[in-house]
């Protein structure tokens, strides 16, 4: 397996808008297959190409967790068409260890998006994967879970945001 790593806070490439899929070749489908076992490794239920650095859009959520006849599962360039509704759930994200927080979003989805093999579908989802949908979503959009707890809140975390921050600046140079 190629050297990919989960990049954490303060990596740029988290901040970066993921580029459209134009051609899913072999090297996105390898790409989607070492994001799973990244993903399932880490114990993640989702998980983002941007958080192994590659800025393009894809995701793959683990729906083996969410369904018993779930598999990992890739999205190429996903786009969410509708949502409605409104949920709070805790939150974490393997670019930001050790941070759980309660995280409000739209309850049901409808998604427009590419399987590994192209083909298009629109879909409707709710209750967990809607939730992982969403979040690994805005990665691609370079917005992490934190953006979207109040200030004060994220005011609690910044000594452990920085911490982060810190390390990871370590792995880069
Ligand atoms: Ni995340």
Redesign the pocket.
Known sequence: MSELRVIKYGNPILRMKAKHIENIDSDVKQLANDMITIMQGEEGIGL?AP?VAQSISLLVVDMSLIDEEGEPTAFINPEILTSEGESVLEEG???LPDIREDVKRPEIITLRYQNIEGEVSEKRFDELLARVLQ??ID?LNGVL?VDRISSLKKKMFNKKLKEIATEERVEIV
């Open positions: 983002a958080q994200c393997l670019s979040h690994e990665h879970f």
